[in-house]
């Protein structure tokens, strides 16, 4: 019986996307893993790839299509010995998949996503994909362990991709939290809002998936997340001078450090120097972790990334400025893989390159702090021996979430910050 390929969700807040190319025609031969479309999700443009063998019988979604939803058909697969006679107008479609409530913490390619076939309850039989196979094998995972989201309930690639094994069952499960309510509307509806200035002269823009995703998860940050705010001001003159010396060394290898690239590795070192404030929120407990994996907000046209950073605290500042670099481009292009922007428990947002002095960042769920940097100025200030000097000082805004880090352990964190920015040179010891 000919095969659905539905469209896929690509990353966890995505609802719907645009088929934006098919890298295939109908009546090419594809085997599992390889690629057959470019899908623009919410957050990027990213490749899909066969989860079956078999030839394209009928490409169902013409290219550039836009608002395709989630598990929507999208193109029909022919078993060996099919053909496009085969496919009929009223083939039953495959059950959805069900959609992940507000607060699961698992992501749809993380193969928790429900599916309309079970594998049989002694496990001896398992439908994957050779990919998914070949990877669960490399993982040491066990398949049947795993749901799987693809045609039938078969486990594909993005299944197995991330997947970790569940931990035993407890035999006595916490109960089931109740309900929260509902929260109130963030203003009036769009029906007021038109009328009230429908006599005045405006563009419509509408919002693309990037904004919706923006604004609901902003939404809920500032609803939900019981933000506190602390504030200090930095003196850069000995990172500037250090800074200096060091790019004037690796000019000859093409590496030049930005002031950010010393923020990103004092925010790292600082997680490692106060490691509980190095920690998320997790709806009913708080995860503390051991490395430190930073993101960083990147602003691109229509809305922005914050690519994450891990082992920060383990790389040098040449390496950090590398990669901060490509993931920025990547991230431009719409080009960043889900796991390359999801995670991390610390963000910086940086707009001093924009003039700004000061600001205040909203934390972006499940972090437990975010840094907003303001403009490095020059500004009188009062030495040790009590004299007038002028200085290079930036002033930072530590938003922190009350539930995660109290206020003390907030002081100690953004004070080891500024020790790092104001030391530069013991970052690298």
Known sequence: MPTQILMPALSPTMEEGTLAKWLVKEGDTVSAGDLIAEIETDKATMEFEATDDGTIGKLLIAPGTEGVKVNTPIAVLLDEGETAADITADAPAPKPAAKPHAGDTAAPETGTTPTAAPFTSDGARVFASPLARRIAADKGLDLSRITGTGPRGRIVRADVEGAQQPAPAQPDAAPAPQPAADLPAAGPGTDAVLRTYADRAYTEV?????????????????????????????????????????????????????????????????????????????????????????????????????????????KSLSQLSAEMKDLATRARDRKLAPQEYQGGSFAISNLGMFGIDNFDAVINPPHGAILAVGAGVKKPVVTADGQIAVATVMSVTLSVDHRVIDGALGAQLLQAIKDNLENPMAMLA
């Open 206 to 314: 509408p919002l693309d998936g990037m904004r919706k995703t923006i604004a609901a998860r902003l939404t809920e940050a500032k609803q939900t997340i019981p933000h506190f705010y602390l504030r200090r001001d930095i003196q850069l003159d000995a990172l500037m001078t250090f800074r200096a010396a060091l790019n004037t060394q690796l000019e000859k290898r093409g590496v030049k450090l930005s002031v950010n690239d010393f923020i990103i590795k004092a925010c790292a070192l600082a997680l490692q120097q106060v490691p509980a404030a190095n920690a998320v929120w997790a709806g009913d407990r708080v995860l503390q972790l051991t490395p430190s994996d930073v993101a960083v907000a990147v602003a691109i046209e229509g809305g922005l990334f914050t690519p994450v950073l891990r082992d920060a605290e383990t």
